[in-house]
């Protein structure tokens, strides 16, 4: 498989950040979460794990510091499949936090 950087990725991944968003919200009504309480759930962990994406791994105090493991870092990423035998990518131009708390927002209809 070929790893592509690709102009398409920023879209791609605010889709993927969306759906993300659209299934933490069910499973919190599944589980009787009050939507004001559930709206600031959805949004606060949106951006959590939106940092840890764009940064790496998190303390406990919430601030970046990068995987490690065998003492070698890492960073996860996201990356897609074109299902034409190409995973598209991007470089560190993409920030997801930036687009966690408007997408918690639009699937709450606000």
């Keep these: 498989m070929e790893l592509k950087i690709s ?8 889709e993927w950040q969306y759906e993300m968003i659209v299934r933490l919200k069910k499973v919190l009504e599944k589980h009787g979460v009050v939507e004001d309480a ?4 959805v949004a606060d962990y949106t951006f959590d794990f939106s940092v840890f994406l764009d940064d790496g791994e998190l303390n406990e105090d919430l601030t970046p510091r990068r995987m490690k493991v065998e003492d070698k870092p ?10 034409n035998g190409s995973l598209l990518s991007t470089g560190d131009e ?13 699937v709450y209809g606000e």
Excluded: Q
């Excluded at 990725?9 to 605010?14: F, W």
């Excluded at 559930?38 to 759930?41: D, F, L, N, P, R």
């Excluded at 890492?74 to 299902?83: H, V």
């Excluded at 920030?95 to 639009?106: D, G, I, K, V």
């Design 7 to 14: 102009s398409e990725y920023e879209e791609l991944a605010m």
């Design 38 to 41: 559930a709206k600031e759930i």
């Design 74 to 83: 890492y960073r996860p990423m996201i990356c897609f499949d074109d299902l």
């Design 94 to 106: 993409v920030e997801l936090h930036e687009y966690a708390h408007s997408l918690a927002a639009e």
